[in-house]
């Protein structure tokens, strides 16, 4: 079955980058049909779509972002490694929150999710 | 688009049966989902394409709606069934969630 494991710090201080990796078993990144996606969770603003990469023999890799990091996050797959990473620079307080990566299906069903990352922005 | 959920919470007895309700702010056809998040835990989907039921979840779970009215059922309800529930538009990026629904068990 498809799993996906989170790692990256917990704690990022402000005006830093916030750096997590996904790692997957049982799917691969370069899957025609899977997307791989990042998606917050903080009090204030519930569920937030961050961005995703997924990858279509037509069309190479694509990446999508919410308009509201788009400045600043960057997904990026890792072949070598069967994972996927997101990087948000010049971190607030504000992006303090729960991050998930989770794979679409579909494109837009997020089917399997990983457990969660704490990460709070804090001098 | 924007999804907005209602109630925002609800309280319900074991083998009751509850709707959590959801509109979109632009018809979505039937590009939409329902998870299940409970407490410290990540979101679990439990409903795509509004109706279709994902594989493994129990069938007293169903979904329904188009366009821009949806709806989740829960009927016979049972104690693991407590816990925030949230549609999410699918139509296209961005993937929007609603706000969400707390579903407490007496």
């Known amino acids: 079955q498809v799993q996906l494991q989170q790692s990256g710090p917990g704690l990022v201080k402000p005006s830093q980058t916030l750096s997590l990796t996904c790692a997957i078993s049982?799917?691969?990144?370069?899957?025609?049909?899977?997307?791989w996606n990042w998606i917050r969770q903080s009090p204030s603003r519930g569920l937030e779509w961050l961005g995703r990469?997924?990858?279509?023999?037509?069309?190479?890799?694509?990446?999508d972002y919410a308009a509201s990091v788009k400045s600043r996050i960057t997904i990026n797959p890792d072949t070598s490694k069967n994972q996927f990473s997101v990087q948000l620079n010049s971190v607030t307080p504000e992006d303090t929150a729960v991050y998930y990566c989770?794979?679409?299906?579909?494109?837009?069903?997020?089917?399997?999710w990983g457990t969660g990352t704490t990460v709070t922005v804090s001098s | 688009i924007q999804m907005t959920q209602s109630p925002s919470s609800v309280s319900a007895s074991v083998g009751d049966t509850v709707t959590i309700t959801c509109r979109a702010s632009?018809?979505?056809?039937?590009?939409l989902a329902w998870y299940q998040q409970r407490p410290g835990k990540a979101p679990k989907l439990l409903i795509y394409?509004?109706?279709s039921l994902q594989s493994g979840v129990p069938s007293r779970f169903s979904g329904s709606g188009s366009g821009l009215d949806f709806a989740l059922t829960i009927s016979s309800l049972q104690p693991e069934d407590a816990a925030t529930y949230f549609c999410?538009?699918?139509?296209?990026?961005?993937?929007?969630f609603g706000q969400g629904t707390k579903l407490d068990i007496k």
């Open positions: 989770a794979r679409g299906f579909t494109l837009n069903y997020l089917d399997v």
């Open positions: 049982g799917d691969s990144v370069s899957s025609d049909t899977a997307a």
């Open positions: 990469t997924y990858y279509r023999s037509r069309t190479n890799w694509v990446y």
């Open positions: 632009l018809d979505i056809s039937t590009w």
């Open positions: 394409a509004a109706s």
């Open positions: 999410q538009g699918a139509l296209t990026f961005p993937l929007t």
